[in-house]
């Protein structure tokens, strides 16, 4: 299978590329390298490997390579409400505009997997659990260009939208800002925890599950296609003291719960990811897996701070 990656070189791109390779696919990576190049250096010797580097914004070149693809994963994009905030031109751009330019120039016959993420569900649902189904209520730039991406996809034929939990776990490029990978920075570095809204709940998912989970989707189509899948591991719904507390027992951390200090990000939802789950993925990666990678590969980073602003 021809696939399109765009954003490829990215915290999730530059591992699921692996995966898709491994897989016997062909890849083509559009990427514009804002953030370095050398997470796809490892896969050059591949002859099923090709990558071009622009801006995902130039229709122009897009157009081409977007008809040679059977499968389209749209991965470009300004992940996270801080850098939405600093850049709201482009941020509409690249996670809504190019989307929607996408979705209509595509054939009926090309297949798309778009990830959204959970951030749409805002602050979730009172005393409940969010699910494909429930109200969708981003609180933030980032959460409504993604919402309102994954409904023109949801529009257009042969597609599939993943609302994706927060990601953690090594990648060839690393993302130090994402909330479990940053919990376990400070925690070797700085050997405490300032916890605000320590109650605030999340759920998550190890990076090679996201990657697994669209081997998986490509596997199962016929099931998959026109749908929304959630896409967490339910074994980790928890909240900010429980996270901290978690990762205390490899990497001992004084913990301090900030009482009088709110925290810019309001995000607080429990998800269930159980329809896809009840089609035959599971997650295979836990937290503590997970935690125990990061700190093998912190050690390995003479300067550890990889965000997206």
């Keep these: 299978m021809e696939i399109l990656i765009t954003g490829g070189a990215g915290y999730i791109g530059s591992e699921m590329v692996g995966f898709l390779l491994r897989n016997g696919h ?80 595509k054939s009926d016959s090309q297949m798309v997997i778009y990830p959204c993420t959970n951030s749409g569900y805002g602050v979730g649902e009172a005393d409940g659990v969010c699910t494909e189904d429930s109200p969708l209520n981003p609180i933030s730039l980032y959460g409504s260009t993604k919402v309102s991406a994954e409904k023109v996809y949801q529009q257009a034929e042969e597609s599939c939208t993943l609302r994706l939990a927060t990601v953690f776990g090594p990648s060839s490029r690393p993302r130090t800002d994402l909330l479990v990978n940053n919990f376990v920075l400070k925690a070797l570095k700085d050997k405490v925890l300032v916890l605000y809204e320590c109650e605030f709940m ?25 749908e929304t899948f959630n896409v967490g591991n339910d074994d980790i719904n928890m909240n900010k003291l429980q996270l901290a507390k978690k990762i205390n027992e490899y990497c001992p951390v004084e913990i301090i719960k900030a009482e009088f200090t709110q925290d810019l990000d309001k995000r607080d939802y429990i998800v269930s990811s159980q329809k896809i789950y009840d089609l035959g993925f599971q997650c295979e990666y836990d937290l503590d897996t997970g935690i125990q990678q990061l700190i093998k590969m912190y050690e390995m980073i003479d300067e550890p701070w990889y965000g997206n602003y």
Excluded at 55 to 76: C, E, V
Excluded at 84 to 91: G, I, Y
Aim: glycine residues 2%.
């Design 26 to 105: 062909e890849v083509t990576v559009l990427d514009d390298l804002r953030y370095g190049s050398n997470s796809l250096l490892r896969y050059v010797a591949n002859p099923k490997f090709h990558f071009h580097k622009m801006d995902i914004r130039r229709k122009d070149l897009l157009a081409p390579k977007l008809a040679q693809a059977d499968l389209i994963i749209p991965l470009a994009c300004l992940v996270g409400f801080p850098l939405c905030d600093q850049k709201p031109t482009e941020a509409i751009e690249v996670n809504l505009a190019i989307n929607e330019w996408i979705a209509e120039k």
């Design 202 to 226: 999340r759920n998550y998912v190890h990076i090679w599950d996201i990657c697994r989970v669209y081997n998986f989707i490509i596997e199962n189509w016929d099931k998959c296609r026109n």
